[in-house]
C-alpha cells in the first residue's frame, strides 16, 4: 500500500494548457516535497512545504499543502515541452522522524510543442 | 548539478555478484540516504548514515549493506545479486536531520543490470 497516492498516473498535454497533480494519503506529514526526475537522471527538489495551507510559486509552478497536511498539489500554468518529466511527491509522516522519506509513485507528465 | 556524486553510472554484472555503489555528498552534509527506483516499486528508502553512524534503515535486504566513512563518502554494499536488485540505485546528502526542512540532494544514480 502507498502511502502517498499521487494522481493522474500519467499526463500528456499540449503547451500552453494547464495542469493539477495531486498528492494525497490518509497520514498526516510534518512536511511534503516536490521533485522532478528526468530520464536517467536523480530527482531535482522543486519546493518542501512545510505548514497546513501554504501555497508556494515557483514561477509557473503553484504547491499547496491541504490544512490537514495529508495531501498536497502542484499546479502549472500554461505548461511548455521543458515541464516534461516524472514529478514526486514525497514526504516525512508525521510520527516517523525527519530520516525516512516517503516517495509517492510518481506523475509522469509529457508536454507536446 | 547538486553536487552530490556517484559512480559508476552504469554497471553490469551477473547473479551471485558482489558490487559496490560509491557516493560523495555536498560539501558541508553530514547525512547520507540511499534509495532504490525500480519501476514496480518507485523510489524506495533504503539506509541513512549521519557522520559516520547509521541513522535509519528502510526495506533494506539483509544481503545489501552501507557505511559512512571519516571522510563522509559513502558505499552501498549489495551480495549474492540476484535478477530482482537490478534497478537505479541513488544516493542523496542533506545538511541536518532535525527538522522537516530536511531536504535532500540526490546523485545521479547508479544503473544496475543483473544478468
Known amino acids: 500500500t502507498q502511502l502517498l497516492e499521487q494522481s493522474p498516473q500519467f499526463l500528456s498535454i499540449q503547451e500552453g494548457e494547464n495542469l493539477t497533480v495531486y498528492c494525497n494519503s490518509s497520514s498526516v506529514f510534518s512536511s511534503l516535497q516536490w521533485y522532478r526526475q528526468e530520464p536517467g537522471e536523480g530527482p531535482v527538489l522543486l519546493v518542501t512545504?512545510?505548514?497546513?495551507?501554504e501555497v508556494k510559486k515557483l514561477k509557473r509552478l503553484t504547491f499547496q499543502f491541504g490544512d490537514a497536511r495529508k495531501d498536497s498539489s502542484l499546479h502549472i500554468t500554461a505548461a511548455q515541452p521543458g515541464d516534461t518529466g516524472l514529478y514526486l511527491c514525497a514526504g516525512f509522516p508525521f510520527s516517523g522522524g525527519y530520516n525516512k522519506l516517503i516517495f509517492g509513485a510518481g506523475t509522469r507528465l509529457a508536454v507536446h510543442p | 548539478d547538486s553536487g552530490v556524486t556517484q559512480t559508476p553510472k552504469h554497471l553490469i554484472t551477473a547473479t551471485g555478484q558482489r558490487v559496490t555503489l560509491r557516493c560523495s555528498p555536498r560539501?558541508?552534509?553530514?547525512?547520507v540516504y540511499w534509495y532504490q527506483q525500480s519501476l514496480d516499486q518507485g523510489l524506495q528508502f533504503l539506509i541513512q548514515y549521519y557522520n559516520g553512524e547509521e541513522r535509519a534503515k528502510g526495506n533494506i535486504l539483509e544481503r545489501f549493506s552501507a557505511q559512512q566513512f571519516p571522510d563522509l563518502h559513502s558505499e552501498l554494499n549489495l551480495s549474492s545479486l540476484e535478477l530482482g536488485d537490478s534497478a537505479l540505485y541513488f544516493c542523496?546528502?542533506?545538511?541536518?536531520?532535525?527538522?522537516?526542512?530536511?531536504?535532500?540532494?540526490f546523485g545521479p544514480g547508479t544503473r544496475l543490470t543483473v544478468l
Open positions: 542523496a546528502s542533506s545538511v541536518s536531520v532535525l527538522n522537516s526542512y530536511n531536504e535532500q540532494f
Open positions: 512545504v512545510v505548514t497546513g495551507g
Open positions: 560539501s558541508g552534509d553530514l547525512s
